[in-house]
């Protein structure tokens, strides 16, 4: 089904309904430079979660064993939680750090 939409008079525009991402893609190019940052995402993303696999891990913990710097592995295991992948688990023995584990 397609819909005929009018704006100010000037333009006529034709959008087939419920195919906005279609249109979307074909009108705007992805970026090399985001699909370039989607990669180095998921190529990270495997790495956390293969060492949280073992088991769970604090931030220093975490940094040690895939050997990235800290701030790093901060944005990436922040996200990770963000979007479900990770969560929080109990806190060490001293109440200092978080541990992190794969979410279930």
Do not use: C
């Amino acid at each position: 089904m397609r819909v005929k939409w009018a704006f100010s008079n000037k333009v006529n525009m034709e959008i087939e309904k419920g195919k906005t991402y279609k249109y979307l893609r074909e009108k705007r190019e992805v970026t090399q430079a985001a699909r370039d940052n989607l990669k180095q995402f998921i190529r990270i993303k495997k790495i956390i979660l293969d060492a949280l696999q073992e088991g769970d891990l604090t931030i220093e913990q975490l940094t040690q064993k895939i050997n990235l710097p800290k701030h790093e592995v901060v944005y990436y295991l922040m996200s990770l939680v963000k979007f479900g992948f990770v969560q929080t688990g109990p806190v060490d023995d001293m109440d200092t750090y978080f541990s992190y584990k794969l979410k279930k």
